[in-house]
């Protein structure tokens, strides 16, 4: 769940896989032709760039339980957001019910809105899975952003699958110190990429005070300028994101669904 500027933090708002079962396969190479395949077996070998990735479905489950970003049903965050220029926004995200089929997964929606004022700024649904092993992979969005009450612009939706657009991982089942991964991919819209800082860090937030959270940095190459670092707590998710330039989105409330 995250938008590019204060950018990661909206439209896009927002592996360890063992040998054992070749769950998840990267398909080497960057030409039309596949030159190989490659397990995702170490904290080296999670999707990268624009490498494509065949998922299969039959390896993912309904529940998304990974402890740092945990999307059941009903759960409901509310965050305030305070950009670079000073203004505050309220941003709503909830987990829906129903479910999207993508590349056979059953995805779970969740439903992120973004107000100033009372008034929509930006509609969205993302669209997520949890593999077997536990790692959560980022399958798409459809965004609108609003200006005075009217869709103005739905630039950065994708969905993996489509049109060269291909998933990413936005929890991994094992986060550990140094991993790095790309959270999505379409090339010149969508091309978020993060990596571990720390599984060790503190946060404190209008909700309460976080130990032992997990600490990443999120960039994309399209705006080189941008960086967040984002703080995920123990059976929360994402409780503190920090924008270079002094951007700050902060959980000010929690219900956990089932």
Same mark, same amino acid.
């Given at each position: ?8 933090l909206r439209a896009r708002r927002t592996r360890l896989l063992y040998a054992i079962v070749p769950l998840v396969v990267v398909l080497a190479g ?67 019910? %129903? ?22 700024t930006e509609d969205t649904y993302d669209w997520y899975g949890q593999d077997e092993r536990g790692n959560v992979w980022y399958l798409g969005e ?34 550990? %110190?140094g991993m790095a991964y790309r959270q999505e991919y379409l090339k010149g819209e969508a091309e978020d990429r993060a990596r571990i800082l720390s ?60």
């Amino acid at each position: 769940m995250h938008a590019a500027s204060f950018a990661l933090l909206r439209a896009r708002r927002t592996r360890l896989l063992y040998a054992i079962v070749p769950l998840v396969v990267v398909l080497a190479g960057c030409g039309g032709r596949d030159s190989g395949t490659k397990n995702f077996a170490g904290p080296q070998d999670l999707p990268q760039g624009s490498e494509p990735v065949s998922l299969d479905a039959s390896s993912f489950i309904r529940r998304i339980d990974n402890p740092y970003w945990p999307l059941l049903p009903g759960s409901r965050w509310v965050y305030s957001e305070t950009d670079t220029d000073g203004s505050t926004q309220r941003v709503e995200v909830t987990v829906q019910a %129903q479910t999207k089929k993508i590349l056979g997964i059953g995805a779970t929606v969740v439903h992120d809105v973004v107000t100033e004022d009372g008034r929509v700024t930006e509609d969205t649904y993302d669209w997520y899975g949890q593999d077997e092993r536990g790692n959560v992979w980022y399958l798409g969005e459809d965004t609108k952003e609003y200006e005075e009450g009217k869709p103005a612009s739905t630039e950065g939706s994708w969905e993996a699958g489509v049109d060269g657009e291909h998933p990413g991982i936005v929890m991994p089942a094992h986060p550990r %110190q140094g991993m790095a991964y790309r959270q999505e991919y379409l090339k010149g819209e969508a091309e978020d990429r993060a990596r571990i800082l720390s599984v060790d860090e503190r946060a404190e937030v209008p909700y309460g005070s976080f130990a032992h959270a997990v600490k990443t940095a999120e960039t994309t190459p399209l705006e080189p300028d941008v960086l967040e670092h984002k703080y995920y707590a123990k059976g929360v998710g994402v409780v503190l994101t920090v924008a270079k330039g002094g951007g700050r989105e902060e959980l000010l409330s929690f219900r956990r669904g089932r």
